[in-house]
């Protein structure tokens, strides 16, 4: 199975921040690499797919970059509602798995 | 409106067997694969199993291979999980998880969520 490591597991920052979270995979992962977003006590939200594809309705500060083994999730300009707990996804192939999540809190 | 609406979760003891339902309306369900994603509490998120819209391709994670089973029934826009021969660490939120896309067979990603049930393996 492909191995997704997420970095930080923990990040503080402050409304407005330019936030940068890194996903990297065990073995190339081509551009299939999609993010969610969790907030306490609700299902995960889809936020990007093929690593750069922003899903309807989800906010242009949102941003996704990379190809192969590392990827990139940032949010240009944090806002209160933003903070929350981010996992990265590949689908490249079997078993589907996800990184251990990143927890964005006020700092 | 997509709503998935899972159903079945229950406190069992290690080795008994479970069965999971997820009750689905507002997409056409039999065009799309269908997964489930399971979260331990306090932990990340687990894919569990998926399924494509005419049950010809299914996948497992290797943890619960052999033991549960999904399937679906698109005459009644439903997805199940047959979980036998439980264990303490199949204890977790279960979330009935529709894919937007896939790239072949069940490999894709997901779009919409249930809201999930609990299930808890104690003696």
């Known amino acids: ?107 | 409106e997509v709503q998935l609406v899972e159903s079945g979760g229950a406190l069992v003891q290690p080795g008994r067997s479970l069965r999971l339902s997820c009750a689905a309306s507002g997409f056409t369900f039999h065009n799309y694969v269908m997964h489930w994603v399971r979260q331990a509490p306090g932990k990340g998120l687990e894919w569990v199993s998926g399924i494509s819209w005419n049950s010809g391709s299914i996948g497992y994670a290797d943890s619960v291979k052999g033991r549960f089973t999904i399937s679906r029934d698109n005459a009644k826009n439903c997805l199940y999980l047959q979980m036998n021969s439980l264990r303490e660490e199949d204890t977790a939120l279960y979330y009935c998880v529709k894919a937007l896309l896939v790239v072949r067979e069940v490999i894709g990603f997901f779009d919409y969520w249930g809201q999930g049930t609990l299930v808890t393996v104690s003696s």
């Open chain 1, 1 to 107: 199975d492909i191995q997704m490591t997420q970095s930080p597991s923990t990040l503080s920052a402050s409304v407005g921040d330019r936030v940068t979270i890194t996903c990297r995979a065990s073995q190339s992962i081509s551009s299939y690499l999609a993010w969610y977003q969790q907030k306490p006590g609700k299902a995960p939200n889809l936020l990007i797919y093929k690593t750069s594809s922003l899903e309807n309705g989800v906010p242009s500060r949102f941003s996704g970059s990379g190809s192969g083994t590392e990827f990139t999730l940032t949010i240009s300009s944090l806002q209160s509602d933003d903070f929350a707990t981010y996992y990265c996804q590949q689908y490249n192939s079997y078993s589907l798995t996800f990184g251990g999540g990143t927890k964005v809190e006020i700092k």
